[in-house]
Structure formats: C-alpha cells, structure tokens
C-alpha cells in the first residue's frame, strides 16, 4: 500500500531561521510527487511537482528536491507569511490518477 | 479564470439527513477528484471521475455515499442518512487530463466542512 510520512508534525521557526521539512514514501513506482500549501479553512494550494529523483524546484523562498525514498522542501530564510500547513503527496504509476498525502507539517514562522 | 468551486462552504445537517456537496471544476478541467479530511487526518481519496463516468471509487465507503459528474452541471457528492463520523472537511479538485502531459495537476477548492449533529 503507498504511504506518505511527514515529519515534523509541526515546526516553530523565528524569522530568517531557514530549515526543512521532510516526506518519507512508499509508493509501488512513482508516477509524481507533489507539494501543496493550506492555509487554515481553505483547501491545498499546488506549490511544485517532481518526477525523479535528483529533480529540483525553487519557487521564491522554497526549493523542494527529490530522492528514490524521500523529498525534502526547503525553506529559506523564511517570513511569517509562510507559516501553513505544507502537504505531500504521491501519486503512483498506472492506474488511477488518486493521490495519497500525508498528514502535513504545520509550519509558524514568528516575527 | 475562476478556480474550481466548491458550494456550500458550510453545511449543517441532522443525523439521517441527506448532505448533498456541489464541485464545479476550472473551466476547461473535465477531470474532477473528492477527497475527504477527516480532523487531525490527512487527506484521503474518495472518488475520480470524468464526465458521465467513474473512474476510481475505491476510497468511497460502501454505503450511503455516491458521486457524479454529469454531462451537464457541477460534480456532486451525496452522501445519504449521515452519521456523526461523516463530519469532515470534503474537498473537489480538477485538471485538465492534457493529452501527452505525463502528469496531471489536481488543483482545489476551498471545500465543504459538513457537520452533523
């Protein structure tokens, strides 16, 4: 059965501090891997896809990378505008197009 | 370019009741996906369909749940006698199946928090 695991649950970081967010995978072939952004009541926002591993994404302050096992999103020097939930997802090879997320790591960025 | 749509925000229904949630997909999306958010749960798949047609139904429970996507009008999700443990947060995504693409970007509504009492 494909899993996502996200870790931490949930992240504190001041203003500037730069760190990581880690997803673990298990997916019988991978397809794409997928971040998204939620906002407290609003539904998930696409930030980046990957295909393969060695891929690479930056999007202003966030880069996300991609291994056979694990992506990691990268957040630098971060503002308190980036505090949210940050989702991944999976999607596998053949068959339907579902994706299977994680539990997501809530992110807040102090000033 | 509206994004996909999801009505109501909100609904209030009573144990048995029928929840009915409407998805209206990005214009030119004819792809639509539900999930469910169960609190302090991730997103789980329910249902894939294209227009007219299911896809995937394999996250939906047994009973009391059903989907469609017509030919004409929005995606809906209805959900029959609810129970208590059907509040959660039901989200609608789409995308546009680009012939060729090798991957598909499923993009979301704002979603539809159902609570039973």
């Known amino acids: 059965e494909d899993q996502v695991t996200q870790s931490p649950e949930a992240l504190r970081l001041q203003e500037g501090e730069s760190s990581s967010l880690n997803c673990s995978y298990t997916?019988?072939?991978?397809?794409?891997l997928f971040w998204y952004r939620q906002d407290p009541g609003k539904g998930p926002e696409f930030l980046f896809t990957l295909y393969s591993a060695g891929e690479e994404k930056e999007k202003e302050r966030l880069k996300a990378t991609l291994t056979k096992k694990e992506s990691f999103l990268h957040i630098t020097a971060p503002k308190p505008e980036d505090s949210a939930t940050y989702l991944c997802?999976?999607?596998?090879?053949?068959?339907?197009?579902?994706?299977?997320f994680g539990k997501g790591t809530k992110l807040t960025v102090n000033p | 370019n509206a994004g996909v749509m999801q009505n109501p925000r909100h609904l209030v229904r009573r144990r048995g009741q029928e929840a009915r949630l409407r998805c209206s997909p990005m214009?030119?999306?004819?792809?639509v996906y539900w999930y469910r958010q169960l609190p302090e749960e991730g997103l789980k798949f329910m249902v894939y369909l294209q227009k007219e047609n299911i896809i995937d139904e394999s996250g939906m429970p047994k009973e009391r749940f059903s989907a469609e996507f017509p030919k004409e009008g929005p995606s809906i999700l209805r959900i029959q006698q609810v129970v208590r443990g059907d509040s959660a947060a039901y989200f609608c995504?789409?995308?546009?199946?680009?012939?060729?693409?090798?991957?598909?970007?499923?993009?979301f509504g704002a979603g539809t928090r159902l609570s039973v009492l």
């Open positions: 995504a789409s995308s546009p199946r680009e012939q060729g693409a090798s991957l598909n970007i499923q993009y």
């Open positions: 997916v019988s072939g991978l397809r794409g």
């Open positions: 214009k030119g999306h004819s792809h």
């Open positions: 997802a999976v999607q596998a090879r053949g068959g339907s197009e579902k994706l299977v």
